[in-house]
């Protein structure tokens, strides 16, 4: 133990800071410069705004151990908010970083005000009821949206909106998101919230105010559905009501138990190949629910935990493991634990 | 604060160091019914500051319940409980912890799928000094507040030499360092008051031994008083300085070890039964 090479912190940090970079400086030259076709490069964002999805739901399923089905009612709220926000005059009176900014932080503001208000009496229920319930939000807001034409277009739709999403937009977001749930999930209110899917008796006698976690989990989980869905307002121009019915959130939900409750790369990678395969697949939107529910099923019966279960992706603890030549396959059986 | 009460007058199982001493605790006629069942009725304790006492009883008795009771798991039907003086009525759980009572559960609830250091550091959830923005953004404070809690966090775990499981999962733990990693939980509360259902359930003789041992050790170290329920004599008459019977939810006997194990009416309704 003593002699085991340690990353220090603000080198971690360095290594990770520059890999995003590079990542993001690299996407934008090859989604600019030609490199990708107008396809590919959509296929990239929508990819970006679904990992947002998939991750900030982890946060309410995997991290909280609820089971809302309205995530798509965030994600809903957000973009129109997003979409009105920028199709204001105010907005296009701004520099446009500064509008983009602040719709996008209108819409994640709005979609956690909504994520508070129906948390508090959703999460005084449990299981089903919870599922019931958010399900239940889910679909008002989309019957609202559809009935206050004035304001939201209707069914034919929001039209118009401000193209903002472009690469470098989405995927700020996208490590923003994931930068902010790491650093909420590495602190003493992450482990309050993970308390609270572990053992809710236990974390009450902790003297942890398990209502309090509960709503601001949800909200922070509806905070990132609502930027996601701000991109998405950016991405498509247009939002009509029926791309935010329950079927889509079923969809974000799918992604979070094939990739893993709980962990977060599963979600982005889950988040990566189901929004990736139906467009480089033709056929798959056919048999799409079908491939769903197979693939659901075979994974609950040979890894109910999911894909990654709940390991959580550390660059660091691998380099560490690099430099102390110690890999998980040259472990010996009763290194693990011994009492 | 609180008035000095003589508890020896109206209780008589608070050690002597305690006597001059308000209590930490007091219960008067709790009692709770479950639709027709009364589990628990007309409980009457009050503990010393520092004093390791024991809830003792056949099966059923409603040993569990009164723990439910003090930690508001449960309301109570009837009566009151003085935390210090203070009156809980009207606290949830949560607030009971805050208030200083903590416990230990007879079905272990450990975070199971969480470290053995990230159990110990949910305990420490309240001392530390961080808000959400400072997490969101680390700053210094937010490594200050960290790193203190994980220093502190192995301390406690050093109690019971757990420190180099630290990073093993809870649920991995073998029986007893489950149980032990549950009081640690506990401890790391800060509570003035320890509730323990059954610490040695499962555990062997020797494990046992040496639980009296750091049971005692905590008592010393952070001056608190200590309920234990056990069914485990050994222990029971080892270590607690005061002990209650409960027989059908209702208290038969309090005093010392020795009143108890020469009480009659506790022979014939629990050791009677037991040993025969
Ligand atoms: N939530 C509840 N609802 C209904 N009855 C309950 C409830 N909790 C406890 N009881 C009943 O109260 C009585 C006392 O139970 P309790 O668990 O307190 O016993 P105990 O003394 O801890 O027993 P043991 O030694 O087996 O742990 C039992 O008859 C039990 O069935
Ligand atoms: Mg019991």
Avoid at chain 2, 25 to 53: K, S, W, Y
Avoid at chain 2, 139 to 161: Q, V
Avoid at chain 2, 171 to 186: F, H, T
Avoid at chain 2, 201 to 226: C, H, V, W, Y
């Amino acid at each position: 133990m003593e002699n085991q090479k340690h990353i220090s912190m603000p080198v971690r940090y360095g290594i990770n800071t520059t890999l995003i970079v590079l990542f993001l400086i690299m996407g934008y030259v090859l989604t600019s410069s030609g490199f990708t076709n107008r396809a590919q490069t959509s296929l990239i964002l929508q990819i970006g705004i679904y990992i947002i999805l998939a991750v900030s739901l982890n946060v309410a399923t995997g991290y909280l151990g609820q089971l809302p089905l309205g995530h798509a009612g965030f994600m809903a709220v957000g973009a129109y908010s997003c979409g009105i926000f920028w199709k204001s005059s105010l907005a296009s009176a701004l520099p446009t970083p500064i509008s983009i900014f602040l719709g996008l932080v209108v819409a994640g503001i709005v979609a956690a005000i909504f994520g508070v208000l129906i948390g508090i009496p959703a999460l005084r229920l449990k299981g089903d009821y919870l599922a019931i319930i958010t399900l239940g939000f889910g679909e008002i807001i989309r019957v609202a949206i559809i009935n206050l034409p004035s304001i939201t277009g209707g069914t034919p739709g929001l039209l118009g909106i401000p193209k903002h999403s472009n690469f470098i937009v989405v995927y700020l977001c996208v490590v923003f998101t994931i930068v902010a749930i790491h650093m909420m999930m590495k602190s003493r209110h992450g482990r309050a919230i993970l308390s609270i899917r572990e053992n809710e008796i236990a974390a009450e006698s902790c003297g942890i105010n398990t209502t309090y976690y509960k709503v601001m989990a949800f909200a922070f989980s509806a905070f990132f559905a609502g930027i996601a869905g701000g991109l998405y307002a950016g991405f498509q121009g247009l939002l009509v009501p029926k791309s935010f019915d329950f079927m889509a959130s079923i969809n974000i939900l799918v992604m979070v138990v094939l990739g893993g409750m709980g962990s977060m790369i599963g979600s982005v990678i889950a988040a990566t190949v189901l929004t990736a395969l139906p467009l480089l697949l033709q056929s798959f939107n056919t048999y799409r629910m079908i491939i769903y529910s197979l693939l659901l099923i075979i994974v609950m019966i040979f890894k109910p935990s999911g894909l990654m279960g709940m390991y959580d992706f550390s660059l660091s603890r691998i380099l560490e493991r690099i430099l102390n030549r110690d890999f998980p396959w040259k472990k010996k059986k009763g290194d693990e634990v011994n009492v | 604060m609180s008035k000095m009460v003589p508890v020896k007058q109206s209780y008589s199982i608070v050690p002597e160091r305690d006597y001059h001493k308000s209590p930490i605790l007091e219960a008067h006629h709790l009692g709770i019914d479950f639709g027709g069942l009364t589990a628990v009725d007309d409980f009457n304790i009050a503990i010393g500051r520092t004093e390791i006492c024991g809830l003792i009883g056949p099966n059923g008795a409603g040993k569990t319940t009164v723990f439910n009771l003090l930690t508001k798991v449960y309301q109570p039907t009837r009566g009151t409980i003085l935390l210090d003086g203070m009156d809980t009525s009207g606290f949830n759980t949560v607030k009971a912890n805050q208030a200083g009572i903590a416990r230990t559960f007879q079905n272990i609830r450990l975070f199971k799928n969480l470290t053995v250091l990230d159990n110990v550091l949910i305990g420490l959830h309240n001392d530390i000094n961080c808000s959400i923005p400072k997490a969101l953004l680390r700053t210094p404070s937010y490594w200050k507040a960290e790193k203190a809690a994980k220093t502190k966090a192995l301390d406690l775990l050093s109690i019971f030499d757990m420190q180099d499981l630290a990073n093993a999962e809870a649920g991995s733990l073998p029986y007893g360092a489950q149980r032990r990693l549950e009081i640690v939980r506990a401890l790391a509360t800060n509570p003035k008051l320890l509730l323990l259902d059954e610490p040695a359930a499962g555990m062997n003789p020797s494990e046992t031994a040496e639980l009296m041992e750091n049971i005692r050790k905590i008592r010393d170290t952070f001056q608190i008083a200590i309920m234990l329920i056990e069914h485990d004599m050994n222990l029971v008459m080892g270590i607690c300085e005061g002990i209650a019977v409960l027989s059908y939810g209702k208290i038969i006997a309090k005093g010392t070890p020795a009143e108890i194990t020469s009480n009659p009416a506790v022979i014939e309704a629990y050791l009677g039964k037991k040993e025969g």
